[in-house]
């Protein structure tokens, strides 16, 4: 018969600590009026031997902000508020990173944006000339902050996935108007010039073909 043994030595065990970090806004999108916020938090029941630090760069690469951040106690589950008003407009990746004495424990990152103001329209100048944003799913038109993002991206032209707009409907289940039809009128009604395409669709393939036969 066959038989062995195993061992193991020098068995380290961490409790990690939670982590958070995010803005809270739709496409973690800031417009050029709001101040840029970054909701932080890594909580641990002693933050013993942790260590946490963000650093944020531009889209060149270059260091923005690099500091640490506090360990906070584990019964603290609001995240802390960390501002950076005077970020101009552009895109910015952040990262933060939990050590211990033994190297990174664990970390988030995420990608986010500020905005530049629109252009006056006493300028006489056309900022949305030339400029389109594919949606990959319709949104809901019942969604303020989505669809204020939209009108603050200022585009001439917005493509939206042709299978996804029953699925709108299916979910909303609302009588009519129906939600794409909703959809397509408060973003036809904001200037935008629609374009369909075929694009995916979060229903299962069933689903879909019962609504294809809805709407035949």
């Not at 101009?88 to 990746?93: A, C, H, I, K, Q």
């Not at 190297?103 to 100048?125: D, E």
């Not at 629609?194 to 609504?211: F, S, T």
């Amino acid at each position: 018969y066959i038989h062995g043994s195993a061992w193991f030595d020098d068995i380290t065990i961490y409790r990690l600590p939670r982590v958070h970090l995010d803005t809270g806004l739709p496409g973690n999108i800031f417009t050029s009026t709001e101040t840029v916020t970054l909701k932080t938090l890594v909580a641990d029941p002693d933050g013993i031997g942790l260590r946490a630090k963000l650093k944020i760069q531009d889209a060149a690469g270059r260091i923005i902000h690099n500091k640490p951040l506090p360990i906070r106690p584990i019964t603290q589950l609001e995240p802390d508020p960390l501002q950076l008003p005077d970020l101009p407009p552009g895109l910015y990746r952040t990262d933060l990173v939990v050590m211990s004495s033994t190297g990174v424990l664990t970390y988030r990152n995420l990608v986010f944006a500020r905005l530049s103001p629109k252009l006056s329209p006493k300028t006489g100048m056309q900022s949305k000339k030339g400029f389109g944003i594919t949606l990959a799913a319709p949104l809901s038109p019942n969604n303020e902050a989505y669809m204020r993002l939209l009108g603050e991206l200022d585009a001439k032209w917005l493509k939206v996935p042709v299978w996804s707009l029953t699925t709108l409907d299916i979910i909303n289940s609302k009588p009519t108007p129906t939600a794409s039809e909703s959809f397509l009128t408060q973003t036809s009604n904001r200037g935008y010039d629609l374009v369909g395409w075929i694009g995916g669709d979060l229903l299962p393939k069933k689903q879909r073909e019962d609504a294809l036969l809805l709407t035949v």
